[in-house]
């Protein structure tokens, strides 16, 4: 029977993490680059002609994706690959041939970066075409930003479980206008419930409610919440939710960076054409060329006109000589007092060094090594040492989603057999394998000092030979 407090308690349990999930809409625009411009008027004007572009030196995408990218899937395994059982072997083709049709190394890849940039993220198993003919898909659902997506429940609460998906949707006659109104889907381990009420307002209505069960009657056996939740790496105040890589400060380093940036050119610009401080120039007031008379009306900054007061506070339009800077010009006036220097441009040394500084600072906070996006690769213990921080993170990553890739594999078996009649044992345990490719194994650490000690051997000999020594181990 459908509860209208259900909705209630989604809105409290789900309200919970609005603090960290107010920015996801943020993260997903900073990783590609659409970021939040941070030029001032000044900044703007002094970057006149090249100010159109919004300029981005980005780290969240490397950050984010540089973290995704080191857990991989390599494959979904049925029992014990050597005490094989009956039905093991039918189980582990039909696992195999689910993760090709949903092409599940790409798919987990977009669900892992997704988390990692969000925090969470979810996939949906779901059985699509006429029982019997159909089969089962894996759809990737965002989760919950505060305005749309999916939100899962805590396991760990002593309540029913659920998953509830939200959206605003537009009517067909008005497909072109605001939304008009809101719907929520509701999975139970036993029940499906669909929900709507006016856009962003008023009083969930019950629209419909249908079994999920395997004998499609309310009392029969439970088919089970067929969302499964993925997340990253969290604090206990996140309780069954992850955190994005980017929270904490990941977005204002961003900012800080293209601020950075955009002082950088500035500066540039002010070394190739500096500014010029002038004093003792003959000013000259502005006249009618007929009369000779002054001249009112607002100044001309074009002509190199500013408004001045005269001895009696009256307003003078007086014409400042304009100098130019550039190869070979020359600057004379006929005041004896005149004088012009150069105005020295902000050191770009130190704008470079600030930037270097907020770029490893934002790294080393996400744990994600600079040379991930500087190209400087170390070598040896140098590059097992700087890798250590995002390969331990990768295998805490690991560790939470690889059991949460065998209960989507489940979830898709229990589909198969209920609407296809396949038959297959679901009492099989089904183990996900998730690589850590950033981890540097032992034995190519042992190849690299090997390598390694061959070089400085070989270095060793040939300045023996140059002093016309005999190496040690040559005699």
């Not at 929520?184 to 069960?213: C, H, K, L």
């Not at 560790?399 to 038959?423: D, I, M, S």
Request: hydrophobic share 35%.
């Amino acid at each position: 029977m459908a509860e209208a407090s259900i909705h209630r308690r989604i809105d409290a349990e789900r309200g919970a993490f609005d603090e960290p999930n107010k920015e996801i809409p943020t993260y997903r625009r900073y990783i590609r680059g659409d970021q939040d411009d941070t030029l001032t008027p000044r900044q703007k004007a002094a970057l006149e002609g090249c100010e159109r572009h919004r300029r981005s030196v980005n780290i969240c995408g490397p950050i984010v994706t540089e973290s995704a990218d080191r857990v991989v899937y390599k494959e979904i395994r049925a029992g014990e690959l050597d005490k094989p059982t009956p039905g093991q072997e039918e189980l582990q083709r039909f696992c195999n041939e689910i993760a090709i049709k949903n092409a599940v190394l790409d798919l987990l890849n977009d669900s892992f970066l997704r988390a990692r940039r969000d925090g969470n993220h979810a996939i949906r198993a779901a059985y699509r075409g006429a029982a019997g003919t159909g089969r089962v898909v894996f759809i990737l659902e965002e989760w919950w930003d505060g305005a749309s997506g999916m939100f899962v429940s805590d396991p760990n609460l002593d309540a029913e479980p659920y998953a509830v998906k939200q959206w605003d949707e537009r009517t067909e006659a008005y497909n072109d206008a605001a939304p008009t109104r809101t719907r929520r889907t509701i999975w139970f381990d036993n029940r499906i419930q669909e929900w709507q009420r006016d856009y962003n307002a008023g009083d969930w209505d019950f629209v419909s409610e249908v079994p999920w069960t395997r004998n499609g009657a309310m009392d029969g056996l439970p088919l089970h919440i067929p969302v499964v939740h993925f997340s990253n790496a969290g604090d206990k105040m996140m309780g069954h939710c992850g955190l994005s890589e980017l929270y904490g400060g990941g977005l204002a380093a961003q900012d800080d960076l293209n601020d950075l940036e955009a002082n950088k050119i500035i500066a540039a610009r002010l070394t190739a054409v500096p500014m010029l401080k002038v004093k003792g120039y003959s000013a000259r007031r502005r006249v009618n060329p007929v009369t000779g008379e002054p001249t009112g009306g607002p100044p001309d900054p074009a002509r190199g006109e500013v408004a001045v007061y005269g001895p009696r506070g009256e307003e003078l339009i007086v014409i400042i000589p304009k100098y130019t800077v550039g190869p070979g010009n020359v600057f004379s006036d006929a005041s004896p007092d005149f004088d012009a220097d150069q105005i020295k441009p902000g050191d770009l040394s130190q704008i470079l060094a600030a930037k270097k500084d907020t770029r490893d600072s934002a790294f080393q906070a996400a744990r994600v090594p600079v040379y991930a996006i500087t190209g400087e690769w170390p070598s040896g213990d140098a590059l097992e040492a700087a890798q250590r921080p995002i390969a331990n993170k990768a295998e805490r990553f690991i560790a939470k989603n690889a059991p949460r890739v065998a209960t989507l594999f489940h979830r898709a078996t229990e589909q198969e057999n209920v609407f296809n009649k396949r038959g297959l044992r679901e009492d099989v345990l089904l183990t996900a394998v998730l690589e850590n490719v950033g981890r540097t194994d032992p034995e190519y650490r042992a190849k690299v000092r090997k390598t390694e000690a061959e070089a400085d051997t070989a270095e060793a000999q040939a300045e023996a030979a140059k002093a016309g020594r005999v190496p040690v181990g040559a005699q």
